[in-house]
């Protein structure tokens, strides 16, 4: 009795030295954890699907029609794949994505990022890595929201496939298995977010879908390749950096991100779209013009009037890869720089989402470029 009041006094002596320092609290308790070995590093496991973990509908050669069958959970994936297991311990924990990838919206990325946030990047968080499944038909926008927000210095590396599960040759188990060996690699640190697929790293920054049908379809067209995996390994060509001008932002205090709208540019275009756009509820437009962002001149009129009336537009740029290089001078439209209209939105919605100044949110997009190309000589040359 007497000792049992004794460590009575003794807990809740510890419990008021405890210290309150920590920046977030980790909070592992809604990973489960599959492992073999409890001396591997663990890593965090985020499944929102995709055809990763698809199965087909029509027969082993089936990658057009495929979902029609259930096909594996995120955990009975990586039991079938128990490879994996050799190299990490490995935390599941599984995010709603009614409507598949292409069904996904902006509320996905903002509490896989919480999550993250609270569990990989929290201090004293012994896990190294994350794994993201998500389909690839807009995996790039929950990438980069990740890659965004999640600001800890530890990968997060997306892994999806082309193929369902039950395909002849399935790609996903491969990238699944690569994806881990890049989670748990301290060479994979301050990188920023990446894709393994197709024995390759890409940068999510700078990399989109550029085939619809292919595993070969994530890359940098112009930026190029991180990385490969030889033997299930990654090497890296080069050493770690971020992408430039990257800019993060802190989501903890947000719950809700404003809707943002792209409309294309092209021969004929309905300039009326934009100001439909603003009455369903837009809080911003991104504009896609031909070439590096040209727009017709009914287009620069709507988009006057209505970045008058404070709503923010980002132009970006029509063809595959390139630059919408900022103006001279500060206008009124705010231009791209290297993202393309799908990095673009999500941007814009996480700056109007943290209460930016429309000054700031140019900055966000414009600030490297300007200081990269309007400076020196230039300033002569362009009369600044
Ligand atoms: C468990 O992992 C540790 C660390 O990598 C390794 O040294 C050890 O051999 C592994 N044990 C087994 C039984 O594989
Ligand atoms: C994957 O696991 C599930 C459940 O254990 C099983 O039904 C399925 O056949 C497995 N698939 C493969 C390809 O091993
Ligand atoms: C966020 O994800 C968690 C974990 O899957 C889930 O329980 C929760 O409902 C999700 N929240 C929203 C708003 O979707
Ligand atoms: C985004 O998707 C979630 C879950 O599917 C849904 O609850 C939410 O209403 C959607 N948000 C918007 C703005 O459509
Ligand atoms: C991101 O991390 C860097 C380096 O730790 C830090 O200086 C910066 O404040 C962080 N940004 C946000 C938005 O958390
Ligand atoms: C979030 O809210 C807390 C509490 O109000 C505040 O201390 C913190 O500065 C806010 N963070 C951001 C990024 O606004
Ligand atoms: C500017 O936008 C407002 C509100 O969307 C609209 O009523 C007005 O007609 C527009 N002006 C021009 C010149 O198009």
Redesign the pocket.
């Given at each position: 009795m007497l000792f049992l009041l004794f460590s009575v006094i003794c807990l809740a002596g510890v419990a008021l030295a405890t210290p309150v320092a920590t920046k977030r609290d980790v909070d592992l308790s809604?990973l489960s954890f599959i492992s073999i070995n409890s001396s591997l590093p663990k890593i965090a496991l985020y499944s929102t699907g995709g055809t990763i973990i698809s199965a087909l509908s029509y027969g082993p050669l089936d990658n057009i029609n495929y979902g029609g069958a259930p096909g594996p959970t995120p955990a009975q994936f990586v039991n079938n794949n128990s490879e994996v297991l050799n190299l990490a311990q490995i935390g599941v924990?599984?995010?709603?994505a009614p409507g598949g990838s292409a069904g996904i919206n902006s509320?996905?990325f903002l509490?896989?990022s919480q999550?993250a946030n609270k569990q990989l990047c929290a201090e004293g968080s012994d896990l190294v890595g994350a794994v993201v499944f998500h389909g690839t038909n807009t995996m790039i926008e929950t990438a980069i929201g990740l890659d965004l927000t999640v600001n800890c210095s530890k990968p997060v590396i997306f892994a999806a496939a082309m193929r369902p599960d039950t395909y002849i040759s399935p790609d996903g188990r491969s990238n699944f298995y690569q994806a881990v060996a890049a989670a748990v690699s301290p060479l994979s640190r301050d990188r920023g977010a990446m894709i393994a697929m197709n024995d390759r790293l890409t940068s999510v920054y700078y990399s989109t879908k550029t085939n619809a049908n292919t595993p070969d379809t994530f890359k940098a067209l112009e930026q190029g390749f991180l990385g490969n995996f030889l033997g299930g390994q990654p090497h890296y060509y080069f050493g770690a950096s971020q992408p430039t001008g990257k800019h993060w932002f802190d989501t903890s205090n947000i719950t809700d991100l404003p809707p943002v709208t792209i409309l294309y540019g092209h021969q004929g275009v309905d300039a009326k779209l934009l100001y439909n756009a603003v009455e369903n509820g837009a809080k911003g437009l991104v504009l896609i013009g031909p070439g590096p962002g040209a727009l017709a001149p009914a287009v620069n009129a709507a988009a006057a009037n209505l970045t008058a009336q404070g709503i923010p537009i980002v132009d970006a740029m029509r063809p595959v890869s390139g630059v919408s290089v900022p103006p001279p001078v500060p206008g009124a439209i705010i231009y791209s720089g290297y993202f393309d209209a799908e990095h673009a939105r999500v941007q814009l919605q996480l700056a109007i989402g943290s209460g930016y100044s429309y000054d700031r949110i140019r900055e966000v997009f414009e600030a490297d470029l300007r200081s990269a190309i309007y400076s020196g000589h230039n300033k002569v040359v362009y009369g600044l």
């Open positions: 809604t924990l599984s995010f709603p509320s996905l509490n896989v999550y």
